[in-house]
């Protein structure tokens, strides 16, 4: 028993796995100064001579490719032809490098590289995460609700250095108690390398509703007070009493009138859930 498992753990391709995240790709950890083993094969429908090539370079005629992976460059697009050159198949070898200090790699910031906010418990969320250079990185962002349950999300948008996805979860809102928190995943390929940064929550923590609106400021009927109004933002669930708001008041007084209650010039008010310590939504006044 102890000698299979064992054995299970020397097995060549321990530390190599595939990337579901895109096509044909496989990821090699690289954790120490030894080579890594590495076998690719060659899936094509005849059995035929196939020949593997890394670009213009030929790499031998054999089913299986066998590659010792240490350093960068020993990574690419590995491709396997017919007799007559066509290609059968390929597959993109990629290192994550784990023992490179951390200005070196490619999240080469420590601490909270993507940010997450929602303004609703509708179930759309977005996230953001800054390129830290421009050095054509190629980003694949996935979120989970559960293991089997992905959520769907839009292509990443790029302005400036800041790259922004939208993301929708069809079960929110429905749910008075959230139980399960969405994992994101931000898979990062820059030439032959590759690095991941993952990270949990539940929507309730990063929420950040928009302002309150509709700010108006008049007076009772009898002149003697004066009120403040404000509704919840539109954005916000609609179930009020399911995800009630709390709110922030800040008053500007008009010294010229010594009117206790009636010296209010403008106020400021924001919002944020009730039940939970999350984000202030930004202020909205009334001037
Ligand atoms: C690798 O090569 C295949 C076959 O030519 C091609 O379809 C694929 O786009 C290449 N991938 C990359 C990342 O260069
Ligand atoms: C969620 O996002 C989708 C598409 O971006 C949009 O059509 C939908 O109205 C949004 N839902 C809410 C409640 O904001
Ligand atoms: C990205 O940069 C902007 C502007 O410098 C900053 O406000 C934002 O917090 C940064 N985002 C992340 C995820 O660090
Ligand atoms: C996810 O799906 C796989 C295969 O369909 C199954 O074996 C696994 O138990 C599922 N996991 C969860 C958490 O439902
Ligand atoms: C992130 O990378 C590590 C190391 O290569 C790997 O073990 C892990 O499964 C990856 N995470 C995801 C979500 O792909
Ligand atoms: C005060 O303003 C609110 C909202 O604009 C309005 O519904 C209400 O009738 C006003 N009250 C008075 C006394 O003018
Ligand atoms: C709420 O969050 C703020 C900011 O993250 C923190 O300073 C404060 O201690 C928290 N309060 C409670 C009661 O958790």
Known sequence: MILSFTLLCLDPVYGAWELDAKKNTMIVDIDSDEKATVNVKCRSRDHQTVCWRKKKRALGCNMELNLKVKEQVDGGNFTCHSDNGLILDYKLILLHMQNVPQHKRIFSKSGE???????????????????????????????????????????????????????????????????????????????????NYTMSFMLREITKPDPPQELDINSTKDNKHILIHWKYPKTWCNLHSFFPLI??????????????????????????????????SEWSCYK
């Open 113 to 195: 590289i993507v940010k997450c906010s929602v303004k609703s418990y509708s179930g759309n969320f977005s996230c953001s995460w800054n390129s830290t250079d421009d050095n054509n990185i190629e980003y694949i962002f996935k979120a989970y609700r559960s293991e089997n349950n992905s959520i769907y999300c839009d292509e990443p948008t790029k302005n400036k250095n800041q790259y922004t996805v939208e993301c929708r979860d069809t079960q929110t809102c429905i749910y008075e108690e959230e139980d399960q928190s969405i994992t994101v995943v931000l898979h990062a390929i820059q030439l032959h390398r590759y690095e």
């Open 247 to 280: 709110f922030n008041v800040q008053i500007t007084k008009d010294k010229r009138t010594t009117e206790a209650d009636k010296n209010i010039k403008s106020f400021c008010v924001q919002a944020r859930d009730k039940f939970f310590n999350s984000t202030w």
